[in-house]
């Protein structure tokens, strides 16, 4: 009882990153607590191929749900399974990806256990809160902390009275880590008959095709991003001529996206992907909100600029002035005559 | 085989473009100064229902809203685009709903309206962007739901074949009928308001929305028209009507409480401001060399 789980998502066998961030972030949720970190997998053919991708994270107890069915994903099966073991269970705290699967599956389960869901967060924390109708202060609640009304505000949800407190987070926004602790690592086999009903099954996957990434935005050392200020799908592609020198990645605002010069899955922000690069080049990007959400924990930011005003200078180390086609020409070529 | 198909449709505040008074200077929403807008991915969703009912001729495609009055007009623009009909939910005691509340009134109403083959919305609205509301209703209902649609390819022999969005990927899937979908945006664009359609139903609206004492500065005195054109009326429900519990309603049905709510601010930085100069950037890109920053 009262235990943090995180529901891991697969891949064929394959655990996927968010997973492992949200174990990460799980463990030191559970340590605050003083209870256990639970996690749970579905899948087909699994056993014996995932505990290891899994249990590293601090994981003391692992439910591995081994069946037919089970892979690819449909909501009604990994529903059942989450519901009828939670009902046992009863965690304080349930963590998924805010990834298809988790978009899809945590709704379900929160209305299906009548328990409170926050979408995206961006920070977990556990804290007090006073509901003063009531006259009633809460200890260790899971602050459920996440950008609103188009990443406009910042709004920090709790789910007083309801078990499981649920909520979902982006890849890329918590950082993974093998646990240096000891845990107890656990792993049982529960029988999937005895939580999935076989009415479960009546949404049939015809075809399930997933390509690997194209690029390694997520994970890239430098990343050169590019917005609407680039002018044109040919100034922008300059970017890329950047990115091969310094070994680094391209990605870009929603205004960037929006105009056909970049791929969606390379937008950085609230909506996109979150990045933890080194460097962080911004070029013609004026700094919405909504995009330094994706960005504002790089390491060294560079912001290209024609505008002394734009926002994102603000939270910039270095200010270029000047435009995007004089100056990103000039970096290629001072970086190619000081490294040769 | 005709379909009776529901649309979840929500008026938003257009939070994608935020000017600089949308923001009250103690950092609340004005939501005033935001323009009121269809949730663009309900537009995507209505675009399915619409062809499907061009597919399957007989069938039926209504508008489910919730929110105030003036939220009707959420209605109308389906109304204008080919939508039969629409039904809004509207009472203070639906206010300050979380996704689970909405979800509940929803879905009260959808058993209300009754013998649902598809029930399509948005998969998420832009003010929230939880995308909650789908899977949660279909759960209230005990129906399947197919999440991040962008096409639902065919209907038939009581099945629906649906392509949807994976992360990384696609896949088509197929569930039996009725069925719970929400649609992506990167679904095929709504088509646009049909000039006749709009004629007919300018004047479309729920009670609440007309004035209770008509003049100049209310609105004009339209009853008579209503009186003759019984499809100028516009459905609105209260939590009564729907036969729905109050407790699961609004702010008391909402597990999720907001405990704080916070304007950002960034924490500025000491930056270096450089010119373009061809000095200024090779020194830059020596200092960044020299700190093994790059290299």
């Excluded at chain 1, 909501?75 to 990806?97: R, W, Y």
């Excluded at chain 2, 009121?36 to 489910?64: C, M, W, Y």
């Excluded at chain 2, 999720?256 to 960034?266: G, L, R």
């Amino acid at each position: 009882m009262d235990n943090v789980f995180v529901y891991v998502e697969i891949e064929g066998t394959q655990v996927q990153e968010v997973s492992q961030e949200l174990l990460t972030k799980g463990r030191k949720l559970a340590n605050e607590l003083g209870v256990a970190l639970h996690a749970v997998v579905a899948g087909t053919d699994i056993r014996g191929k995932v505990e290891d991708q899994i249990l590293p994270y601090g994981v003391d107890k692992l439910f591995v749900f081994d069946g037919k069915g089970l892979f690819p994903y449909t909501s009604a099966p990994h529903t059942d399974i989450l519901v009828n073991l939670f009902k046992e269970e009863k965690p304080q705290i349930c963590l998924m990806g805010a990834t298809v699967i988790g978009r899809d599956l945590g709704p379900r389960v929160s209305s299906s256990l009548t328990s409170g869901l926050t979408a995206d967060c961006t920070q977990l924390e556990i804290g007090s809160y006073e509901d003063k109708k009531a006259g009633k202060t809460y200890e260790n609640l899971l602050y459920q902390i996440r950008p609103a009304f188009g990443g406009n505000i910042v709004a920090t949800i709790v789910n007083p009275d309801h078990r499981p407190q649920m909520a979902t987070v982006r890849s890329g926004v918590m950082q993974k880590a093998v646990y240096e602790g000891t845990c107890a690592k656990e792993v049982v086999y529960p029988e999937v008959s005895k939580y999935v009903s076989p009415e479960a099954f009546v949404v049939k996957v015809l075809d399930h095709h997933v390509e690997k990434a194209k690029h390694n935005l997520k994970g890239a050392p430098i990343v050169i991003a590019g917005g609407y200020g680039m002018g044109s799908k040919e100034n922008f592609d300059m970017l890329f001529d950047l990115a091969k020198v310094l070994h680094g990645e391209v990605g870009g605002s929603r205004a960037a996206v929006d105009a056909g010069w970049l791929d969606h899955d390379r937008q950085i922000g609230q909506t996109g992907v979150t990045v933890h690069p080194k460097v962080y080049i911004a070029c013609g990007i004026s700094g919405q909100i909504q995009h330094i959400a994706g960005m504002q924990d790089s390491g060294i930011i560079i912001s290209v600029n024609n505008d002394p005003d734009a926002p994102i200078n603000k939270i910039a180390d270095y200010v270029i002035i000047g435009t995007v086609e004089e100056v990103v020409p000039k970096l290629i070529k001072y970086y190619k005559q000081n490294t040769k | 085989m005709s379909l009776k198909i529901v649309v979840l449709a929500k008026q938003v505040p257009d939070t994608r473009n935020v000017g600089k008074d949308a923001m009250t200077p103690e950092g609340t929403v004005n939501r005033a100064a935001l323009p009121a807008i269809f949730n663009p991915e309900d537009l995507n969703a209505l675009e399915q229902a619409l062809r499907l009912k061009e597919q399957h001729p007989g069938s039926t495609v209504g508008i489910l809203t919730m929110g105030p009055p003036r939220a009707g007009e959420i209605i109308r623009q389906g109304l204008y685009r080919g939508a039969d009909t629409g039904w809004l939910l509207t009472d203070r005691l639906f206010a300050g709903a979380d996704t689970l509340a909405t979800s509940y009134a929803l879905a009260t109403a959808i058993k209300k309206i009754g013998n649902v083959d598809l029930v399509i919305g948005g998969r998420q609205a832009i003010d929230g962007d939880t995308a909650q509301v789908g899977p949660q209703v279909a759960q209230k209902l005990g129906l399947n739901q197919v999440t991040y649609a962008e096409n639902i390819v065919k209907v038939e022999n009581g099945k629906a074949t649906i392509r949807r969005v994976i992360d990384g990927g696609a896949e088509t899937v197929e569930a039996p009928l009725p069925v719970v979908v929400t649609v992506n945006g990167s679904a095929a664009p709504c088509r646009p308001c049909n000039a006749k359609l709009v004629m007919k139903y300018k004047y479309a609206t729920c009670p609440l929305e007309r004035p209770a004492n008509p003049s100049e500065e209310a609105g004009p005195d339209r009853s008579e028209l209503y009186a003759t054109r019984p499809y100028l009326t516009l459905t609105q429900w209260s939590v009564a009507d729907v036969d729905g519990d109050p407790e699961q309603c609004g702010l008391a049905g909402s597990p999720t409480k907001v405990k704080a709510v916070q304007n950002i601010a960034f924490q500025a930085k000491e930056s270096k401001t450089l010119t373009a100069s061809d000095a200024d950037v090779e020194a830059l890109i020596k200092e960044l060399l020299n700190d093994k920053i790059i290299g």
